[in-house]
């Protein structure tokens, strides 16, 4: 049984315990910060995961044209199970550009590789695991798709918009966490110079980067009326498309064992169902689960 509902109808009293309905709670939103980031750098050595600002994009002449590369990862455990993500938005806040910038396309790629703040580096992914190529390669260590993308110019707040990809990227991580390793933000032409920017950090405070996630979360599974029709007690709740799901019973409403009253095989379609069980003597609780 994968979850069972704490909605609990007491025979005799069904009136006063009945009549809880449940309902999905639409576009729900939670803005996270990210849980690690840092920049991967052919001019500054690193590891970089502990300062207050990431350097992504090409730099300058004194700088060699050196590339950088941003590295962010966001942990969505707080969103409930089940819930389905239908937007995604990322700010990040630009705190720096070089004195003479050239404006450029910031790409949004999927890591495909597991990586560490505290030990990435332009050449060294994790322990002792360099990236495929230095800064990472593309198809192996990051999706060669972008995800989405935002043009980049003066030192302001930017933010990538919600994209099918990027609702996609997060949907995934969702149903198989282990495989969220975040994303890699690059210049979409690295042999331009000077399209460098330095982005607030997660140690940046006020500016640190946002990542805004709009979701719908499952409808709650709650017994929703009750009744004592010719000698039996039925009760209501919804079942969901697909859903099979178990009535139970038994006397104690703190301690006892609960007998199956009922198995339905999963819902052809959304709706409310009734079971019903005769009415017997003494007190009986009732509840409803999925199986």
């Known amino acids: 049984m994968a979850r069972l509902d704490l909605a609990v109808a007491r025979l005799l009293l069904f009136v006063a315990t ?28 690193g590891p970089n995961g502990t300062g207050t600002d990431m350097v992504i994009g090409t730099q300058g002449l004194n700088a060699t044209f050196t590339k950088n590369r941003g590295l962010l990862q966001f942990d969505f455990s707080s969103l409930p199970p089940g819930a389905v993500v239908n937007a995604v938005t990322l700010r990040l806040a630009v705190a720096r550009v070089p004195s003479i910038p050239a404006d450029s ?48 110019a003066d030192a302001v707040e930017d933010t990538f918009p919600s994209t099918p990809q990027l609702v996609a990227d997060v949907n995934a991580w969702l149903s198989n966490p282990s495989t969220n390793h975040g994303w890699l933000v690059k210049t979409e032409d690295e042999s331009v110079g000077y399209t460098a920017r330095r982005f607030a950090s997660a140690e940046g405070g006020a500016g640190a980067p946002l990542l805004e996630v709009q979701f719908d979360a499952p409808a709650l599974l709650r017994i929703t009326s009750t009744a004592i029709t010719g000698g039996q007690f039925c009760l209501r709740f919804v079942a969901q498309q697909g859903k099979a799901y178990v009535v139970e019973r038994r006397d104690g409403l703190d301690g006892g064992t609960w007998t199956a009253i009922r198995h339905l095989p999963p819902a052809e379609a959304t709706g409310e169902v009734e079971v019903c069980d005769p009415v017997g003597t003494g007190n009986a609780f009732y509840r409803v689960g999925e199986e």
């Open 18 to 45: 009945g009549g809880m309905a449940g309902t999905a709670v639409k576009a729900a939103v939670v803005t996270l910060n990210p849980s690690q980031d840092t920049y991967l750098s052919e001019h500054f050595a």
């Open 105 to 152: 396309n910031f790409q949004l790629h999927r890591l495909l590789r597991p990586w560490d703040a505290l030990q990435s580096t332009w050449r060294l992914r994790l322990g002792e695991e360099d990236w495929d190529v230095p800064g990472g390669q593309e198809g192996t260590d990051f999706s060669a798709t972008s995800s989405a993308s935002v043009f980049v």
